[in-house]
């Protein structure tokens, strides 16, 4: 069957009013019936099977047959007994960065040294002009020797461009030889803060770059240009509803960005809702002045917000770059990389929260973790901050920094996939006893914090069914390993779909106008073709889409 994206313009947009007040001043326009709707809300699970919208795009009722006879004139749908949810929102991805998977080199899910190479040298033929060759996505734990790659690899395939290609979760790149000559890297290169030069034997480098070090060579990479950034934010903002998205958190943009995509939500180009976060707390924070808040719906049809600012505390996982306590288990030299000290994490949250933005701190290691907690609760010791600040991963936490994060109000902003995408080499990189604190989503609910999910795509892939199927079963797409890994630590499936919905809407302000299909919020939901949580759970993953609605208006329908 082939797919489609269409637009429905039976509705107008409209200025942000009163909830229930302004939904029920709004006259019936649409309503759909014969459904298996679901929706959470702060009571719990919701089942209805006729829901009703306003001319205005919010939804006026949800409930039973008994509401037919009410919205006598409204237009039906019949659902044909197929399951309708609350749209989906990834509460942690990198909008622009999807869009470049199309024009890039997309080396994700290659599965050994020579098809990546190979991969590189194809598209270095099918590109002779280009000047740089880019492109991410490898992944060395999935290959056979499981090493990092080295520059002299790359240049087996390539010698005369430079060639830049960012590792599985971005916080590693990969170069060949005239990439390290642009950059001026040789011995005496030194590590920056927060980075590390990997070298061979005699100091040389190899090729590999972590996390701060990548910049000394992508500050010589030519910027976009505005058209180039919004062909590509289009490319993104197309394909994801047909998965399921009506929203996303873009967890860092600059500038130039920002600017783009607030153009494109004037222009009504904007499918997804889009929070997005300002990169940094230095001159992106200075120069964007105050929040851009949802009150501003006649220019940006409350497609857009910039109101919270992402931070970085560590690195990653797989690349031995986030920070621990403790060396690592299968490196004993190596506690991984913090990229401010204390002190300097407090002052960017002071700075951020004093300007009006909330704080989204990327925390991978038990330290990046512990230093988050630790600058958040000097920041606000009683945890009474009214701005939600966020720890993005909160992925290795020791056991007694978990209760912590719900006592100061904190946001644990997940990434589900990620734990079965690393149950091949987590352990091996913390052992036995701190695994105990990674991906703990059951200790952090249990604890009573907040947890919304993502993805962090395009680290994964953006299908947020493969986070649902990840958060509720801990295995992998193949099932394995059975029973899940660490299953003890596993979501319910109403807990899960409420971290993709309420949890993620609370996560940004926005809990009383979207994350849930209730009087006065915005008809933002989907169709899909079988019923969440009644298949059995090994096929939550395999759940499609047929319909997204965003603000009552249809934005993809999959063509039968």
Do not use: C
């Amino acid at each position: 069957m082939k797919t489609t994206r269409v637009r429905h313009t039976g509705f107008k947009a409209a200025l942000f009013g009163g909830l229930a007040a302004a939904s029920s001043l709004a006259s019936a326009a649409e309503l759909w019936h014969n459904v298996e709707g679901y929706t959470s809300t702060a009571n719990g699970l919701e089942r209805f099977s006729v829901l009703v919208v306003g001319d205005d795009g919010k939804v006026i009722a949800v409930g039973g047959d008994e509401l037919l006879p009410q919205f006598a004139d409204a237009r039906r749908h019949d659902g044909e007994g197929r399951t309708l949810l609350p749209g989906l929102t990834d509460a942690h991805a990198h909008l622009y960065a999807q869009g470049l998977l199309a024009s890039q080199i997309d080396l994700a899910a290659v599965m050994s040294l020579p098809a990546a190479l190979e991969r590189v040298r194809k598209y270095a033929d099918d590109n002779p002009l280009a000047p740089w060759l880019l492109g991410r996505g490898w992944n060395q734990v999935l290959w056979e020797r499981r090493e990092f790659p080295t520059a002299a690899d790359l240049d087996s395939v390539v010698t005369d461009r430079p060639v830049w290609l960012r590792r599985v979760d971005g916080h590693a790149a990969w170069a060949n030889t005239r990439a390290l000559e642009l950059a001026g890297i040789d011995r005496n290169t030194p590590d920056p803060v927060g980075g590390k030069i990997l070298r061979d034997a005699n100091g040389n480098a190899t090729g590999i770059l972590i996390d701060t070090a990548m910049s000394y060579v992508e500050e010589l990479i030519p910027p976009a240009d505005k058209r180039q950034i919004r062909s590509t934010y289009r490319r993104a903002n197309e394909m994801l509803p047909a998965l399921g998205l009506t929203g996303i958190h873009d967890a860092g943009v600059d500038l130039t960005e920002a600017e783009v995509l607030i153009s494109m939500a004037e222009d009504r180009e904007l499918d997804l809702r889009v929070y997005a976060m300002l990169r940094g707390t230095g001159e992106n924070l200075d120069h964007f002045g105050e929040p851009l808040l949802a009150g501003d719906h006649d220019r940006l049809n409350d497609r857009l917000e910039i109101r919270a600012v992402k931070v970085y505390a560590d690195g990653a996982l797989g690349s031995r770059g986030a920070a621990m306590i403790k060396p690592y288990s299968d490196d004993a030299e190596n506690r991984g990389l913090p990229f401010w000290t204390g002190d300097e994490l407090e002052r960017k949250v002071l700075k951020a929260n004093d300007s009006g933005f909330q704080v989204a701190i990327h925390a991978i290691g038990d330290l990046g973790n512990r230093m988050v907690i630790d600058a958040f609760e000097s920041a606000d010791p009683d945890g009474t901050s009214p701005f939600r600040n966020r720890i993005e991963h909160a992925q290795i936490l020791a056991l007694e920094d978990i209760g912590r994060v719900a006592r100061l109000g904190l946001v644990a902003s997940v990434q589900p996939i990620h734990a079965t995408s690393d149950m091949n080499m987590a352990e091996d990189r913390v052992g036995a006893e701190r695994i105990k604190g990674g991906y703990a989503w059951r200790r952090l609910l249990d604890a009573g914090a907040v947890v919304a999910s993502g993805s962090d795509f395009p680290v994964e892939l953006p299908n947020p069914f493969y986070g649902l199927h990840a958060a509720v079963t801990r295995q992998s797409r193949d099932n394995l390993p059975d029973g899940g890994w660490y299953a003890d630590q596993a979501m319910s499936r109403e807990e899960a779909l409420h971290s993709f919905t309420l949890a993620a809407a609370y996560a940004a302000h926005q809990e009383k106008r979207l994350g849930s299909l209730e009087p006065g919020k915005w008809a933002d939901f989907i169709i899909v073709d079988r019923n969440y949580f009644e298949i059995p759970a090994e096929e939550i993953d395999d759940i499609v889409v047929l319909e997204t609605w965003v603000g009552g208006e249809q934005v993809f329908a999959k063509v039968r």
